[in-house]
């Protein structure tokens, strides 16, 4: 059974830091592209950045560009996001998924969801 937990969220000042880990069991980690997504309440979901399995690609969207860092550890089976330079816009529901087939930030590309983590950025 596939497994996939988020931690590290919370409530965090503007401009403060944040790093979001991202275990997966149940599976072959490095056969795997990751990535990190969020929603904030009546917004879709958005890709905010991916990862290929050998951490060659990384995808970033614009809003996150410099300030956000996606990194993995196959040998832990984690994945990471640095989250640097918190802005209020950032707050969200964080989701780490991973998805068997290529790689990229469409998250109907996805076959494995965790439930979350909440980040929130208050001024």
């Known amino acids: 059974q596939v497994q996939v937990v988020e931690s590290g969220g919370g409530l965090v000042q503007a401009g403060g830091s944040l790093r979001l880990s991202c275990t997966a069991s149940?599976?072959?980690?490095?056969?795997?592209?990751m990535g990190w997504f969020r929603q904030a309440p009546g917004k879709e979901r958005e890709g905010v950045s991916c990862?290929?399995?050998?951490?060659?690609?990384?995808y970033y969207t614009d809003s996150v560009k410099g300030r956000f860092t996606i990194s993995r550890d196959n040998a832990k089976n984690t994945l990471y996001l640095q989250m640097n330079s918190l802005k209020p816009e950032d707050t969200a529901m964080y989701y780490c998924?991973?998805?068997?087939?290529?790689?990229?930030?469409?998250?109907?590309?996805?076959?494995?969801w965790g439930q979350g983590t909440q980040v929130t950025v208050v001024s």
């Open positions: 998924a991973a998805r068997t087939t290529g790689w990229g930030p469409d998250p109907l590309e996805y076959n494995y």
């Open positions: 149940g599976l072959t980690f490095p056969d795997y592209a």
């Open positions: 990862i290929s399995r050998n951490e060659l690609l990384k």
